[in-house]
């Protein structure tokens, strides 16, 4: 409510807040109240208003509008001047009503399919009386009526639009619940639901309880080829392939003898071999050596060997790290521990910031299999980039990492998208228009701000607003000491000074031209008034 408080539509049409500053050029894409909606956050409902037209106008003397011309009228009427003043905002309005009036069309071709050729027309009549009957007067009346209904459900400068969607989105999250679901029908697979994943959006935090990748693929109805996807993705160790890592001992070197299970790797499509899980222990992806350990870094190619003519077995040497001071033996052995520990962690295949990897089956379009992956982590740019997954349409859960990877506008569409998702899962209904709103709020600086006491610092410069909100102390000894001050112009400010909000009837200002008072005699004893009209002023006694 805080950072939509203060948000109102403008005469221009734009929604600004009180520093003036545009949030969104057209409220909603579209400039309609939510309020005024019907069916499916649309202004008109056109089922009910053919019921209401046919039963008021029932027109029983006029002939039904042939099937064939009915199109044509209602382009003709679409071409008129009354209906083209909505564009381009109604162009979606005009798709609706063409649709409908197909939709029309095609139902009474169906009902009258049997009396196409031997039909009267008292006949045709009778069977689409009810349902798909249009005469030159309804046309009319139902068009006239629509664009009226239409007409009526835009916006009006001054709505505190901002404080209704604010109201919209909070008070049916407090139906929801703490409870975590499946995610997707697969049942091992567990995604943040409620109010605490609407706290991790609001709030643009960088690290989340469940961040889950769906990947979609370019060969989605091959259940090997996504396996052999998902192996390259999902994050892979070298404990997890070995069949035994085993220590030995002798009196020139030490070394950890490595045995690959082929038969494991090859069920899991992996494309691995002894040279490549050589070259993962020697040389870590960029940017991961600091955090591998000690052992590990030490390693030089001297120190890792593979056995000739074997693809399955290769030799680690242990390094000489040991302190000087104390026992070789006692050091080496040490040694060979701590990369006895170490060497089962290191990465052989995937994205190292991906705990695991998920096939997930659906019914395809053509009533055939398909499949996609859910990845569970971060990571959507290497997932992107992986060889078998489509770029284009592969999402992240996770607000932030969309906005590093993909830029400010697909964060803003995946705010909205998250919020309805999460709103649906609970059976709640929330019209788009606001959650647009609250995505334009978040991301109209040109990156993701939360709605916390950081977020709102950067959108607004209100000190009495900041004080109101959070830390009140804080931030009025800071503007003290930095000498700020506050215009009271956002609805915080005005409430706590008194002053009328510049909102709704307040939007607005009055400025009437006036002559300047004519000079009175200070000294007069007689009481007197100042009265302004027209272009002079007159003295009242």
């Keep these: 409510m805080k950072a939509l408080e203060d948000l109102s539509l403008r005469y221009d049409s734009s929604v600004r807040n009180s520093e003036n500053i545009v949030v969104q050029f057209t409220y909603g894409d579209d400039s309609l109240n939510p309020e005024m909606m019907e069916a499916n956050d649309r202004p008109v409902d056109f089922d009910r208003m053919y019921l209401n037209v046919s039963q008021t106008y029932p027109c029983r003397g006029e002939t039904t509008i042939e099937t064939s011309n009915l199109i044509e009228l209602v382009k003709e009427k679409l071409n008129e001047d009354r209906f083209q003043a909505l564009l381009p905002l109604g162009s979606m309005f005009h798709g609706e009503i063409l649709e409908y009036f197909q939709g029309v069309v095609a139902s009474r071709e169906k009902i009258?399919?049997?009396?196409?050729?031997?039909?009267?027309?008292?006949?045709?009549?009778?069977?689409?009386?009810?349902?798909?009957?249009?005469?030159?007067?309804?046309?009319?009346?139902?068009?006239?009526?629509?664009?009226?209904?239409?007409?009526?459900?835009?916006?009006?400068?001054?709505?505190?639009?901002?404080?209704?969607?604010?109201?919209?989105?909070?008070?049916?999250?407090?139906?929801?619940?703490?409870?975590?679901?499946?995610?997707?029908?697969?049942?091992?697979?567990?995604?943040?639901?409620?109010?605490?994943?609407?706290?991790?959006?609001?709030n643009a935090a960088k690290q989340i309880s469940t961040p889950i990748i769906t990947a979609r693929l370019v060969r989605d109805d091959n259940a090997v080829a996504a396996r052999i996807v998902k192996a390259g993705i999902e994050k892979t160790t070298l404990g997890e392939i070995a069949s035994s890592i085993k220590e030995v001992y002798s009196m020139d070197r030490s070394y950890l003898a490595v045995k690959l299970d082929l038969n494991a790797i090859s069920q899991l499509k992996l494309e691995i071999d002894n040279i490549s899980v050589r070259n993962n222990i020697l040389y870590p992806p960029p940017g991961k050596s600091r955090s591998r350990a000690p052992v590990l870094r030490a390693l030089s190619e001297n120190h890792v060997k593979i056995k000739k003519g074997s693809k399955s077995r290769l030799r680690v040497y242990v390094p000489n790290i040991g302190d000087k001071r104390n026992n070789k033996a006692t050091s080496i052995y040490f040694s060979m521990q701590e990369l006895k520990a170490s060497?089962?962690?290191?990465?052989?295949?995937?994205?190292?910031?991906?705990?695991?990897?998920?096939?997930?089956?659906?019914?395809?379009?053509n009533g055939g299999k398909s499949f996609h992956l859910l990845v569970?982590?971060?990571?959507?740019?290497?997932?992107?980039?992986?060889?078998?997954?489509?770029?284009?349409?592969?999402?992240?859960?996770?607000?932030?990492?969309?906005?590093?990877?993909?830029?400010?506008?697909?964060?803003?569409?995946?705010?909205?998208?998250?919020?309805?998702?999460?709103?649906?899962?609970?059976?709640?209904?929330?019209?788009?228009?606001?959650?647009?709103?609250?995505?334009?709020?978040?991301?109209?600086?040109?990156?993701?701000?939360?709605?916390?006491?950081?977020?709102?610092?950067?959108?607004?410069?209100?000190?009495?607003?900041?004080?109101?909100?959070?830390?009140?102390?804080?931030?009025?000894?800071?503007?003290?000491?930095?000498?700020?001050?506050?215009?009271?112009?956002?609805?915080?400010?005005?409430?706590?000074?008194?002053?009328?909000?510049?909102?709704?009837?307040?939007?607005?200002?009055?400025?009437?031209?006036?002559?300047?008072?004519?000079?009175?005699?200070?000294?007069?004893?007689?009481?007197?008034?100042?009265?302004?009209?027209?272009?002079?002023?007159?003295?009242?006694?």
């Design 112 to 202: 009258l399919s049997d009396l196409q050729f031997s039909g009267e027309q008292s006949d045709r009549d009778q069977r689409c009386w009810n349902s798909c009957r249009f005469t030159e007067t309804q046309l009319e009346m139902f068009l006239s009526k629509s664009l009226s209904k239409y007409n009526r459900s835009f916006v009006e400068p001054g709505d505190a639009i901002g404080a209704t969607g604010a109201m919209s989105i909070g008070e049916p999250a407090t139906q929801m619940t703490l409870k975590t679901f499946h995610f997707a029908g697969v049942s091992s697979m567990n995604v943040t639901l409620g109010v605490p994943r609407v706290k991790e959006i609001i």
């Design 343 to 365: 060497l089962p962690n290191v990465i052989v295949k995937g994205i190292d910031t991906v705990n695991r990897a998920v096939i997930n089956e659906e019914e395809g379009e």
């Design 376 to 541: 569970e982590g971060y990571g959507l740019s290497e997932v992107m980039g992986s060889p078998g997954v489509d770029g284009s349409k592969t999402t992240t859960n996770h607000v932030i990492e969309v906005l590093t990877t993909l830029g400010v506008e697909a964060a803003r569409t995946q705010i909205t998208t998250e919020i309805f998702y999460i709103m649906n899962a609970y059976g709640i209904g929330i019209d788009s228009r606001h959650l647009l709103l609250l995505s334009d709020v978040m991301t109209f600086k040109g990156e993701v701000l939360g709605i916390t006491r950081f977020g709102v610092a950067k959108m607004r410069e209100s000190v009495l607003m900041l004080a109101s909100f959070e830390k009140p102390t804080d931030h009025l000894f800071d503007a003290a000491v930095r000498g700020k001050t506050d215009s009271i112009v956002g609805v915080s400010e005005c409430i706590i000074m008194g002053v009328p909000i510049p909102m709704g009837t307040g939007l607005f200002k009055l400025l009437k031209r006036a002559s300047a008072p004519m000079n009175v005699d200070e000294k007069s004893d007689v009481p007197q008034k100042l009265l302004l009209g027209g272009e002079k002023a007159f003295l009242h006694n």
